[in-house]
């Protein structure tokens, strides 16, 4: 496990109870997961998918902090938001694989699987506001 998540996890120690604590290192065990590709954000249901946000939160603010200001994932801004079902996203249009409720422009989002360059058959955008996951077809 590598001293960022270590950091991560004792500072979780400080802050919440027990119960608090033992979610935060189902998160930690899951985003990991999904990082090494073992697992699919769909696997996860919507407690374990905020837990992993809040990971992944965590470790942003810990890489910025240290490096002044990168992060390995990257948010962009919802430029164009139409009828729930159309985006555009870092300047490329991306289409709701069904619908993508409350994805508002000015939203930021975060790239789980796809590109953010369109470069990409479909993705999976977490919002970062609604904490809502959303499928796209790349176009």
Excluded at 42 to 57: F, T, Y
Excluded at 65 to 93: C, M, Q, W
Excluded at 114 to 122: D, E, H, N, R, V
Aim: proline share 1%.
């Amino acid at each position: 496990m590598s001293n960022l998540i270590r950091l991560v996890l004792a500072a979780a120690a400080l802050c919440f109870s027990v119960t608090a604590f033992s979610d935060t290192q189902r998160g930690v065990r899951n985003y990991q997961e999904i990082m090494a590709g073992r697992k699919k954000v769909e696997q996860l249901n919507q407690v374990e998918l905020q837990e992993v946000l809040a990971v992944h939160k965590a470790l942003e603010r810990q890489r910025s902090s240290a490096s002044g200001g990168g992060t390995s994932r990257p948010s962009y801004e919802i430029e164009v938001s139409h009828n729930d079902e159309l985006f555009v996203i870092n300047g490329e249009k991306f289409e709701a694989k069904t619908y993508c409720f409350n994805m508002d422009e000015g939203d930021s989002v975060i790239f789980i699987e796809g590109s953010a360059l369109g470069a990409c058959a479909s993705a999976t955008l977490i919002n970062l506001r609604t904490k809502d996951k959303c499928e796209v077809w790349c176009e």
